[in-house]
């Protein structure tokens, strides 16, 4: 993902020559924004997902087609580091938002969780650093209050998947960009391999043939993790 964004990014406000480090530094909102943004530019508005069903007595394949156009932007606000009260021990929390620094920490870690991901954002809890022994003591109704103010506080799109399975019913849930549909190697690609590329007012390298009628359907591969 990085890679890519670094590729296709031309300019970043005056910044001319964006480096990996700049992408890093985006927060996590927007970069995938960005990420969105490009696949819009490269392969059209629509995408079609295959969503599987999660039971395991069924597995059909759902096909569900997304208009990027429909997802929900939130913009963040002013402020950088919040402050919360966890209403069971009261100690007082502060927290920052996601950039891509800790989303490729995040990546490295063996067993990625809900929690990793909330304690990467703790600045400190009562002035001390947090820990996971930290995370770990704090009781389900702070940890649960804590994630929805997080969340509340969050900017960035939505890019939630929803459907029920057309053949058990049953609801699958994913993410956009978790999508081998998403992320094709085709879309992998088009930054950094295709001549003729000209300049957009969002600083985003587009390709002119993007204009032809209809997306082209697209399938995920073994190129598709590339994006992530
Ligand atoms: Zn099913």
Do not use: W
């Amino acid at each position: 993902m990085n890679q890519v964004l670094k590729n296709c990014i031309v300019r970043l406000g005056e910044n001319e020559e964006p480096s990996i480090k700049d992408v890093l530094d985006l927060l996590s909102g927007d970069r995938l924004f960005i990420l969105v943004k490009l696949r819009q530019v490269s392969l059209g508005d629509e995408v079609e997902l295959e969503l599987v069903c999660p039971n395991t007595a069924c597995r059909a394949a759902n096909v569900v087609t997304v208009n990027m156009e429909d997802l929900e932007i939130t913009p963040y606000g002013e402020d950088r580091e919040f402050s919360f009260v966890l209403p069971g021990s009261k100690r007082k929390v502060r927290f920052g938002y996601l950039d891509g620094h800790k989303e490729k920490r995040l990546a490295a870690l063996k067993e990625p969780s809900i929690s990793s991901a909330m304690l990467i954002r703790l600045i400190d809890i009562d002035g001390s650093t947090p820990s996971k022994k930290l995370m770990n003591e704090m009781s389900l109704r702070d940890r649960s209050a804590l994630r929805q103010e997080m969340l509340r506080v969050d900017g960035g799109v939505d890019t939630t998947v929803e459907t029920e399975c057309e053949v058990c019913g049953t609801r699958i849930r994913t993410r956009l960009e978790a999508e081998p549909g998403f992320c094709s190697p085709e879309f992998a690609c088009k930054g950094r391999l295709l001549p003729g590329l000209r300049r957009t007012p969002l600083g985003i390298r587009r390709d002119e043939s993007a204009a032809a009628p209809g997306p082209p359907r697209v399938r995920g591969g073994p190129g598709a993790a590339a994006c992530i």
